[in-house]
Structures are given as C-alpha cells and as structure tokens.
C-alpha cells in the first residue's frame, strides 16, 4: 500500500522560509509525479508545483518565484521549500502522487497545518 | 488560468436521494477532468477522473459524466457515509480546483 508521510515547521514568521518533507513508501518512485498542493479557507485547493525522479519541475506561475520542489531518489523523498511567506501562504500542505502526466492525484500525504503569523 | 465553477455551493439531502454537482470550466476542457471527496480533517480522495472513470475501490453509487465545459457528479442512493465536501479539478491547463460543494444530510 502507497503511504505518503509529510513533516516540517509548523510557524513561521513572515519573510521566513517554509520548508516541508515527504517520505514515499510503496510503489514504483520513478512512474509518478511527486506534487505539492495546499488548502485555505480564502484560497481553496491550490496546486503548488510537482516534480518527477529526474528532477525535473513545474511550478503554478503565482509561486514560480518563491517555490523550490526538490526530489531525493536515494530516500524516496522529495521537498518544497517556499520563501518569504506571508500570512497569505497560511495553509494545509498536502503532498500528494500523481499519474497520467502529473495530472490526476490518487494518494495524498496526511497535510500539514502551516501558519504564518508574527 | 482556467476557472471552474461549481454548483451548488453547499446542499443538503436525504438518505437514499440522488444528489447531483455540476461544475462548468471557464473554457473548454474535454473530458479533462476529476473529481475528489474530502471528509473533515482529511486528504482529498479520487473518485473520478478523465469525467467518467470510477477510481477502483470507489462504490458504484458514484458516477460521472459531460464534456467540453459542463461536467456533472451523481451520486445515486445517498448514504450517511457520503458526507463531505466535493471538488472539480480540470488539468486541461495547468492544474485548478473548483470552489467545492458541500454535503449535509437533511
């Protein structure tokens, strides 16, 4: 069974920099996109960005700028950091396998509540 | 970007109802296409991709259809376990969620 285990710093202050990790077990790491979506009351669902074993990236245009997704094959893990957070970037953090592209989501991490507060 | 609008925003319905969602894209998608269930507290869940797929695990009671700029969700014979929220996701151009629909039971 594919299990995705999500962790990093829940608080931050603004101007820091946000940094989340998920652990892949089951499954093939190299067939999937590896992906980063987040939820707010304001924004709703919001696909952050994805990455595949080659390391190879795309990113949503708003985030392209402050968004970095990196992949350990080594480890099964891959990584988002996102810099200079605001209170807008407050949010669950899903890391989340993809197929077909990158394009349908079929096993999502437990989210994780990150808050962006002075 | 390409939007997506669903509809109702929230509803509530018998046990045993047919409900349905609809959710219109901004433009048109083909059948690009998914659906997701999330409860409270928990990860979205893959119920339907490509508009009419069932995800395997996923009860038959789920169904989806349309194509273009109209996609539907129907779930037939309500059940107390279908509680949640419901969430469109097109991947015609880039990748967006729709604004969610949420279930209650009368």
């Known amino acids: 069974q594919v299990q995705l285990q999500q962790w990093g710093a829940g608080l931050l202050k603004p101007s820091e920099t946000l940094s989340l990790t998920c652990a892949v077990y089951?499954?093939?790491?190299?067939?999937?996109?590896w992906t980063w979506i987040r939820q707010s009351p304001g924004r709703g669902l919001e696909w952050i960005g994805e990455i595949i074993h080659t390391g190879n990236t795309n990113y949503a245009p708003s985030l392209e700028s402050r968004a970095t997704i990196s992949v350990d094959t080594s480890k099964n893990q891959f990584s988002l950091r996102l810099t200079s957070v605001t209170a807008a970037d407050t949010a669950i953090y899903y890391c989340?396998?993809?197929?077909?592209?990158?394009?349908?989501?079929?096993?999502w991490g437990q989210g994780a509540q990150v808050t962006v507060s002075s | 970007d390409v939007q997506m609008t669903q509809s109702p925003s929230s509803l509530s319905a018998s046990v045993g109802d047919r409900v349905t969602i609809t959710c219109q894209a901004s433009q048109d998608i083909t059948n690009y296409l998914n659906w997701y269930q999330q409860k409270p507290g928990k990860a979205p869940k893959l119920l339907i991709f490509d508009a009419s797929n069932l995800e395997t695990g996923v009860p038959s009671r789920f169904s989806g259809s349309g194509s273009g700029t109209d996609f539907t969700l129907t779930i037939n014979s309500l059940q107390p376990e279908d509680i949640a929220t419901y969430y469109c996701?097109?991947?015609?151009?880039?990748?967006?969620f729709g604004q969610g629909t949420r279930l209650e039971i009368k």
């Open positions: 996701q097109q991947y015609d151009n880039l990748i967006t």
């Open positions: 989340v396998r993809a197929y077909k592209l990158g394009s349908i989501f079929d096993f």
């Open positions: 089951g499954g093939s790491f190299n067939d999937y996109y």
